[in-house]
């Protein structure tokens, strides 16, 4: 692992932009490359439970930490991952999306291989990122892998938005002259801000958020739970979508309900590094919300709060008006 690889090179440029952690799936095809990331010891792999909590994971940490990166595999992992990546790219956000992919021998064999859809051209998953991501690097060769990761990471953090990268489940473990052991920094142009646009900005959002009633919901809460994390998570439960109700009501839109606070406690499976409660009324969320940052600071806390199905605010039945209007307009004459 200490020689200079493909995977070791890398993961060295990760650590180096001021990734941490890499959120990740594992798979056939990135298993050796995971191996690497695991071994670099500026870098965390944390498992999720599926591809797209790991890309909104990665999301989530490229907000608050300028950049973020998920590592899942060929197709069946990186179809799954997608809707995450167009998210982050809609959102300019500088994220990595490492997969790995077929042996580079399987390329140009006409080969068909597992983890497709059935059709010997492999290039499905990268015409997918082209619409959203800003670079891809398919890496099936050493020759010019060291020029395309790098190209890619760089053109990541200048653009402000998510790129691609295929490494051919093959390379990771090779060394190669090109991956020097202390890689050359990226010489980039430090993006400057405006401190007292971005101060209102600030004060603006959390005035906004301070007076806005909105349901946070969870996914992966093993790996929150595994990891350590001592969160306060609330689930909006109103027995169904409701902004679709506001849109066009009708019985799809009435969802069976779970038992979540179960299903928490299920997951749990009598670790003790959590708590859950059920709030119906303003009475009960104070106490709950009082026992989450005392008693149970320590817990990854879930507090499900019941509410009707019509507490909704005027601006959303104003918008769901709105958006009624415009959906149903009659198709223009021909």
């Known amino acids: 692992m200490g020689e200079a690889t493909l995977g070791h090179h890398l993961a060295r440029r990760l650590v180096e932009i001021g990734v941490e952690d890499v959120f990740a799936v594992p798979g056939d095809f990135n298993l050796t490359l995971l191996d690497h990331l695991i071994a670099e010891p500026g870098l965390r792999l944390v498992g999720c439970c599926n591809e797209l909590n790991a890309g909104y994971a990665a999301d989530g940490y490229a907000r608050a930490r300028g950049v973020g990166a998920c590592a899942v595999t060929f197709t069946v992992g990186g179809l799954s991952l997608l809707n995450a990546i167009?998210?982050?790219?809609?959102?300019?956000?500088?994220?990595?999306?490492?997969?790995?992919?077929?042996?580079?021998?399987?390329?140009?064999?006409?080969r068909i291989l597992h983890h497709t859809i059935g059709l010997p051209d492999f290039s499905q998953e990268l015409r997918c990122f082209?619409?959203?991501?800003?670079?891809?690097?398919?890496?099936?060769?050493?020759e010019d892998a060291h020029e395309q990761i790098d190209t890619a990471i760089s053109t990541a953090l200048k653009e402000s938005k998510p790129v691609y990268i295929s490494i051919s489940c093959n390379l990771a473990a090779i060394p190669h002259p090109t991956f020097s052991h202390e890689p050359v920094p990226f010489s980039l142009s430090p993006r400057l801000s405006n401190k007292m646009g971005l101060e209102a900005a600030v004060e603006a959002a959390a005035e906004f958020l301070n007076k806005a009633v909105k349901p946070?919901?969870?996914?992966?809460?093993?790996?929150?739970?595994?990891?350590?994390?001592?969160?306060?998570?609330?689930?909006?439960?109103?027995?169904?979508?409701?902004?679709?109700?506001?849109?066009?009501?009708?019985?799809?839109?009435?969802?069976k309900n779970w038992n979540?606070?179960?299903?928490?406690?299920?997951?749990?499976?009598?670790?003790?590094?959590?708590?859950?409660?059920?709030?119906?009324?303003?009475?009960?969320?104070?106490?709950?919300i009082q026992t989450a940052m005392g008693p149970k600071k320590d817990c990854l806390c879930f507090i499900e709060v019941i509410v009707h199905k019509d507490d909704t605010s005027k601006e959303l039945l104003e918008w769901g008006s709105r958006v009624s209007a415009a959906n149903s307009r009659s198709p223009n004459p021909q």
């Open 130 to 142: 082209q619409t959203v991501t800003c670079y891809q690097a398919v890496v099936n060769n050493l």
């Open 216 to 255: 946070v919901t969870a996914q992966d809460v093993s790996t929150m739970l595994r990891c350590g994390q001592k969160s306060i998570i609330f689930l909006i439960n109103n027995g169904g979508y409701t902004i679709e109700v506001e849109i066009h009501d009708g019985p799809y839109n009435v969802i």
């Open 86 to 110: 167009a998210g982050a790219y809609s959102e300019n956000l500088p994220l990595i999306c490492i997969v790995g992919g077929p042996n580079s021998n399987d390329f140009g064999t006409n």
């Open 260 to 288: 979540y606070t179960g299903l928490v406690d299920a997951i749990d499976n009598g670790s003790g590094k959590s708590w859950t409660m059920k709030v119906r009324c303003e009475e009960e969320l104070v106490e709950a």
